[in-house]
């Protein structure tokens, strides 16, 4: 069973009879949001297609927390604005935009993002939290959490280490006000009525005011108040989040007691999730700058295959997304498992993940491997038309739906794999040669003599040739491919001056003879 399938079920066992189910997500736009932000998305949105394909009605709730103040200043920022630290205190949604690209921050960031779902075929209902609080929408919400300010703070402390104290009971109020001469939450709440309709604060600026709360939107309730408050709200059924907020003490548990105990809510399902990785870059955090973004992803993973990783990989795995050869692989395993998707052929799992990553079904038209076009594309300059001729000479059909595949090759190669820009040389590599054994100048010899006396050659019979002059029969396997590997340094250095390169033969077979031969005819 596939784990949204699971967690639909248990949706639906939660309450049998409801019209329609609801899979939550949010995210703070502190920064730019990373690809691992997308898992809180993708875990309620494959839980919301399973209970559809189970005939449930369900949609996905997305809410964007601008109404957070800012922390820190992101380090892809400062450069941009370096006094943006004057900010600090005030919501995302009330921070103008430092690349003059949107009305505010927290728009420019929701945005990059929003831009990204579409393109991964996400089908959202959004929340912005600034206006839902601005509207009022949640007066009654915070009005009714003042008056029972005590019973909060009772039911917190149960979860912290340190004994409850009566001046600090007597002083605690849910909530972040947001100044009305600064506009910063550098506030204290001084003083309230018994029935939560008037707070008196007092702001670092030196601002004191009385407030009646019904008329005065600046108010945001804590987020271990405000996540379960929008439960009861918005009706939740299910919720993903880090695997941190699940652990004993964590914000889903001290969320869920304020939940039922003052609220009256009953908590939604809740998943934890795994966090994601970039290769060199570690966890990512918007706040901090340091991430990848799905634009930046969707640029070398088509959206499809962003979406079979995360339907593949159970919420609580983490994985990595790099750019380095993992990609090939990635590739290699999405190609092949999607045929066999569309053969009737996948288990009954990797069905389901199909179903729920492929934005055309098993109408999905079948591509060019990522392995073959990124081993023939820096020869001809990413040009499609050299690229069609060249696999044309192999038996490989270049379509125009590949064009698009060849334009992620393009982009992982350019932006994160530079070194894999393989050029011929302009002329023989007669330094390099000269250091070669006698038993390699005679592999080339015999290289150079087959290419020149066969008129067509495939990439097989290049490939069987070449293992015929390098391999040693009275060797073992090991040595042979140490071989192999010492050889192909020796061609590659002759044909691009550097130790590694092409698929060989692939390159061989493909290109025109006469725009190499020169190089490896001594």
Known sequence: MHWAEKLAEDVIARNPNKEEYVCAAGISPSGSVHIGNFRDIATSYYVVKALRKMGKKA???FSWDEFDRLRKVPSNVAPICPDFDKYLGMPYAMIPDPYGTASSYAEHNEVEFEKSLEELGIDVDFRYQAKKYTNGDYS????????????????LMEFKTQDSDEGERENYYPLNVYCSVCGKDTTKVISSTDDGEEIT???KCGNEHTVKVRDYHNIKLVWKVDWPMRWGYEGVDFEPGGIDHAAASGSFVVASAVAKRVLGVEPPLFQGYGWLSIAGLGDMHSSTGNNITPATVLKVYEPDMIRWLFAKYEPKAGFSFNFDDTIIRHYSEFDKGLEAYKNGEADEYNTWVYDLAMLSGDKTRSKVPFGVLS???TIVDFNPEKVRAILKKVG?????????RLERVKNWITVHQPSKLYKLLPEKNQEFYDTLSSEEKVAVSKLCAYLKETEVVSEKDVQQYL????????????????????HFKVF????????????????????????YLSLIDF
């Open 467 to 486: 293992y015929s002059i390098i391999n040693d029969e009275s060797l073992t396997k090991k040595e042979n491919q140490a071989r192999q590997q010492r």
């Open 375 to 377: 081993s023939v594309a």
């Open 396 to 404: 490989v059909d270049f379509t125009e739906n590949d064009e698009v």
């Open 140 to 155: 009654d919400k915070i009005v009714f959490a003042i008056s029972k300010r005590k019973e909060i703070y009772d039911v």
């Open 59 to 61: 949609r996905l709730l």
């Open 492 to 515: 590659y250095n002759l044909l691009f001056g550097t130790d590694m390169g092409p698929r060989l033969y692939l390159f061989l077979a493909a290109i025109d003879k006469n725009e």
């Open 201 to 203: 604060y007092k702001c």
